[in-house]
């Protein structure tokens, strides 16, 4: 069994294939957490101790004994107002005013499979593939009990964290923080490693220590945002790829976060992640319920890569849903960097056209097929297709283009409304906006108040009358604007982030039930909502709105510490870059472009013969690699900050094949030769070069790598087929 209780010393363990997790229920009540690592066996209550500690308060419990305190002692769910004045999961405000909430253990139940969450995303699982712990934590004076829910997925090595916060009081109570994980580290000295950025450049790997005081990152901008990313790992101070002790934390949710890292002044470290507490005051009616979003954990003690394998397969597995899951994906052709708003239904026939020829399998009509939308300044929220910009009905537009056997995709940005739209006129009460302020402008678009369920059903409708007049078969979600104004005319105003958050679920689980065959690609100016909250409902994000090969480099290595490289949506754009107007080789881009879902970015009647060759030759490779890179393991052969080339491979479960890529950053007079090492090979196996013929032991190339080519040009980029022999 993973989940084991032991009933004399109330001692919970979670074991999974290679790590263990346990926590106490002491005699006061309180639920300590023991132990998260690699598997053990004992009881790791022996770890605890008590001293009488200056200034760190006692239950009264306890009584006169002054060694028993919440300020030095691990918790699994710590809360203000019982004397741990480290941060906390929990801040309850009763209806006195007063911050307090005692909770104590009363009890637990273990379920086979795995917990859900109404109205959120969260792992699933199958029965025999996961257990369930619910452990019941109340306060005896508000009636607020607090259900800590732990999924175990076993052979994942994964464990689940969330809590519902149940009022079973007389009175109203104010949940004014929660989180859904918190580990507490006895001993360690501990490096945080999160993921920062901006738009056009998210991701960035930022790797610092963990010391006295505390260190948070979050998002107030009403999504996960492109400054920092809803999942961090905490390593010992010497982790590398390859060894060394790591916790990874990846939040599954879609909006405002909050992770905190703190050592205390006793050396311990507490990392939380859950709710961001700015903007939220979540009030709870007698009888009410509140579901905080899921924190999925793993641990490691065989460096990054390990842990980044096990987060793959647990977001490929798990959190990813529908057709698309482990299936191929069609190569795309978008509209956008090829034309912008400046399109027509001949466009898209051309780019039809040209996508048959190139054998490639999408066109994707983006941005300006609707209503008055000629820039981004007007139109939003009016989703009725302009027929006099196409020159026909989307229905005629669609069939034309299949004809040519090629599929059809379009763009939509549901949230958002122009404030130049005939939805805007209609219904200026349908937009997030404090009574009396002239709203916070973006891009001259409001946000739709998606926290009221008649909001959500016109455009829904609207929508779905879209969607029906042609075989559309992608549709790409966009949100192209941050949150600012938060208030609502219905929804009480602390909960209004959060039912925000909901609303947009809602609205894509409708979609998804209704539209089962479409294939959702997620969508926030790029990657600034690219978390495991709308990989549930997307299996693939556009990884960031900046298509330099270059940067998409660093961005993509830094997504793919959580994300599996068919998340990231990645295109070959035009050169010039239209973001950096750097020039990379077609060859270069289409290296870069195949680390994820692949597709295009450009006008096909702009390149030569020769391009449109590479381009044919791009995606018969692409389609023959793609199911290796679905279902292959990926491991990062170099940090792109600081060496002086990329690379990265895909190794079948089988280790039978394998697919290294490299592109070359640096080029400088008489350069020293740079080798690459191979990962997950089998080390007495002989690989041959699928290419040139060339033949290496694993181990070889394991060991001592592969010289890369001195090419005397910019960007260079390599690519190597291996196959194992018989």
Known sequence: MAIRYQFENRIFTLDTAHTSYQMKADDYGFLLHLYYGARVYGNMDYLLTCYDRGFSGNPSDAGNDRTYSMDALPQEYPVM????????????????????????????????????????????????????????????????????????????DIITRSAVIENRGKDCVTVEKAASACLDFLTGSFDMLSFYGRHTMERNLQRQEIRHGAYAIGSRRGASSHQYNPAVIVADRHTTEESGRCYGLLFVYSGNFLCEAEKDQYDQTRVLMGLQDDLFHYPLEPGEKLAIPETVLSFSDQGFGTLSTRFHRCIGGHICRGRYRNAPRPVLLNSWETAYFSFDGSTILKLAKSAADLGIDMIVMDDGWFGKREDDNSGLGDWQVNEKKLGCTLHELTEKVNRLGVKFGIWI??????????????????????????????????????????????????????????????VKWDMNRSIVDVYSMETCQGKVTYDYMLGVYDFLERLLQRYPDILIEGCSGGGGRFDAGMLYYTPQIWCSDNTD??????????????????????????????????????????????????GYELDPEKLSEEEKETVREQVWQYKSWEMLMLRGRYYRLSDPFSESFAAWAFVSEEKDRALLSVVMLEMHGNMPVSYVKLRGLDPESVYRDVKNGGRYYGADLMEAGLPMPMELKEYPAYQMELMREA
């Open 549 to 598: 090969a270059l940067d998409r480099l660093r961005i993509q290595y830094g997504t793919s510490f959580f994300y599996p490289a068919c998340a990231a949506a990645s295109h070959v754009s035009a050169a010039p870059n239209h973001q950096t107007g750097r020039s990379v080789s077609l060859h270069t881009r289409g290296v870069v472009a195949m680390a994820g879902a692949f």
């Open 81 to 156: 107002g019982v004397g741990d004045f480290r941060n906390n999961a929990l801040i309850i405000r009763n209806v006195d005013g007063s911050d307090c909430c005692d909770l104590r253990y009363v009890g637990h139940e273990t379920k086979k499979g795995k917990y859900g969450l109404p109205g959120l995303p969260a792992v699933y699982a199958d029965c025999g593939e996961a257990e369930t712990l619910e452990v019941y934590l109340e306060d005896r004076i508000s009636g607020v009990r607090v259900t800590l829910l732990y999924g175990v997925l076993e052979e994942a």
């Open 413 to 474: 940005e549901p949230e958002m409304v122009s404030e130049d739209s005939e939805l805007y006129r209609a219904h200026p009460d349908w937009i997030l906006q404090i009574p009396g302020r002239e709203p916070v402008r973006c891009r001259n678009q409001l946000v739709l108040d998606f926290s009221r369920a008649e909001v959500r059903d016109h455009i829904f409708g609207q929508i779905c009358g879209i969607l029906d007049q042609g075989k559309i078969e992608y």
